[in-house]
């Protein structure tokens, strides 16, 4: 199956930018989309961004649209999530996730995750 590899997470104060990364190897040619999910202490898994890689289809958690942008490098085999105006409640490990369907928020939908990178953004 594929392997996912976050990186770029950080501290940040708010209104600054991170770039986080998504390295993916062995069974690439598998996945249909890719996606961004965050996960704070205490709560739930939620859906931050998701592009299907045939088409660059994107679409986005209300939370984080007009401040966050997902995109795609085909010949690495990564996927990014540039994050703009980034404010204290975006503080959360961002996990990578892959999918063989355009299903987009369901975590369901995902059949491989990364481990994780820590955003902190502070006030």
């Known amino acids: 199956q594929v392997q996912l590899v976050e990186s770029g997470g950080g501290l940040m104060q708010a209104g600054g930018s991170l770039r986080l990364s998504c390295a993916a190897s062995?069974?690439?040619?598998?996945?249909?989309?890719m996606g961004w999910f965050r996960q704070s202490p205490g709560q739930e898994r939620e859906f931050v961004a998701t592009?299907?890689?045939?088409?660059?289809?994107?679409y986005y958690a209300g939370s984080v649209k007009g401040r966050f942008t997902i995109s795609r490098d085909n010949a690495k085999n990564t996927v990014y999530l540039q994050m703009n105006s980034l404010k204290p409640e975006d503080t959360a490990v961002y996990y990578c996730?892959?999918?063989?369907?355009?299903?987009?928020?369901?975590?369901?939908?995902?059949?491989?995750w990364g481990q994780g990178t820590q955003v902190t953004v502070s006030s």
């Open positions: 996730a892959a999918s063989d369907a355009w299903i987009r928020v369901a975590l369901s939908a995902y059949h491989a």
């Open positions: 592009i299907r890689l045939s088409d660059r289809s994107t």
């Open positions: 062995g069974r690439t040619f598998s996945s249909y989309a």
